[in-house]
């Protein structure tokens, strides 16, 4: 790009490729800009007394290129540490800090938590609004790692992964994609739904699902290896799926699977008591009619009400809406547009309430 200066930096015994920036963008501190010309003076006066004889030209063409080295390695220093900063607040925004309810069907946060010390990635399935998100939440509390949720959807490309370069008053600079920012921050990278994604973008997680637990980003010609700490999880629906929209079993046969499905009615309860504030009486009412819309499952209901479908209907109840009506808009209406079936549906609503 015109007008913009590289300089390169060896570290590692790898070239890494840093773009000169104004002092503002970059946010170097004041003090430190103000030392700078001691240290170019410094690095003048010693150059003067160097042994031997020197052309002039070659002399000056010397001098020009250690003080574009020292302002190289100067600017280094202060874009690495500016770098860390914004990446750290980054992370901070997906640390969860209070602890999540969830109550457990089985043994499901020992696997979760075996797994994580095995590095081993999660697959998790089941219907929609079972717990499988929140499952998520409070193994990241467990482990005290940010989790970072990423919504697959048709239009999910690698670079929606990976990252991208992006261009800023005229200047390009690399973004990290949610998968690098897990990768490099050993955090939790949590893919939603991963079956909505495009075949050419679930591939990018195949050497992180593996013992070789690597990232490479073809873009920037790195490879980066995750550090302990970096867990893969990803989730989606067996009830609904075509057979367009199914893991290819090159891909499920990576991951430590853990099964979900709606909790049983007295647990339940207790999640719908906790989540939405109602008394146990109207909780037992709201969860048999739940479950009475799931058993419409084989009389062609795609699925039935969810534990969230609940608890967001028990909310517009508090609100003063009258419970038919709330169970009509908060539920029945969500699970489908068919006559017959939302008729069905409405005479379960009558018979309890």
């Not at 409070?138 to 670079?159: F, K, Q």
């Not at 261009?167 to 600079?173: I, L, P």
Request: charged share 25%; hydrophobic share 45%; net charge neutral.
């Amino acid at each position: 790009m015109a007008g913009v200066n590289y300089f390169k930096i060896k570290r590692e015994e790898k070239y890494l490729v840093f773009r000169w920036m104004s002092r503002q963008e970059r946010g170097v501190p004041e003090k430190m800009v103000r030392y700078l010309p001691f240290g170019l003076v410094a690095l003048f006066c010693s150059l003067l007394f160097l042994p031997g004889k020197i052309l002039p030209f070659l002399y000056v063409l010397s001098l020009v290129e250690r003080c574009h080295m020292f302002i190289a390695l100067y600017s280094h220093l202060i874009m690495r540490n500016h770098m860390t900063n914004a990446v750290e607040c980054r992370l901070e925004e997906h640390r969860i800090n209070v602890e999540p309810f969830f109550l457990p069907r089985a043994n499901e946060i020992e696997i979760g938590l075996a797994a994580s010390v095995n590095r081993l990635p999660l697959l998790l399935k089941g219907p929609t609004g079972c717990g499988k998100t929140r499952f998520m939440q409070y193994l990241a509390w467990r482990l005290n790692r940010p989790l970072i949720t990423v919504s697959c959807h048709d239009d999910l490309s690698t670079s929606d992964l990976v990252g991208r370069y992006l261009v800023k008053k005229n200047e390009a600079f690399w973004q990290d994609g949610p998968l690098t920012l897990a990768v490099r921050a050993g955090a939790i990278c949590y893919l939603d739904e991963i079956v909505e994604a495009r075949k050419d973008t679930t591939v990018v997680i195949h050497p992180l699902t593996d013992d070789r637990r690597e990232l490479p980003v073809e873009k920037l010609g790195k490879l980066y290896a995750a550090p302990p700490e970096f867990m893969l999880a990803v989730s989606y629906n067996p009830g609904y799926q075509s057979v367009l929209k199914d893991l290819k079993p090159s891909t499920r046969q990576r991951f430590v699977s853990l099964s979900f499905d709606y909790p049983p009615a007295d647990l339940e309860k207790l999640i719908v008591m906790r989540e939405s504030g109602i008394d146990e009486k109207n909780a037992i009412q709201m969860v048999k009619l739940a479950t009475m819309t799931r058993s419409l499952k084989e009389s062609g209901l795609a699925e039935g009400a969810s534990t969230r479908l609940i608890i967001q209907t028990v909310m517009l109840i508090k609100a003063g809406i009258d419970t038919v009506s709330a169970c009509r808009s908060g539920m029945i209406e969500s699970l489908t547009d068919d006559p017959e079936l939302l008729a069905a549906m409405d005479e379960m609503i009558f018979s309890l309430f």
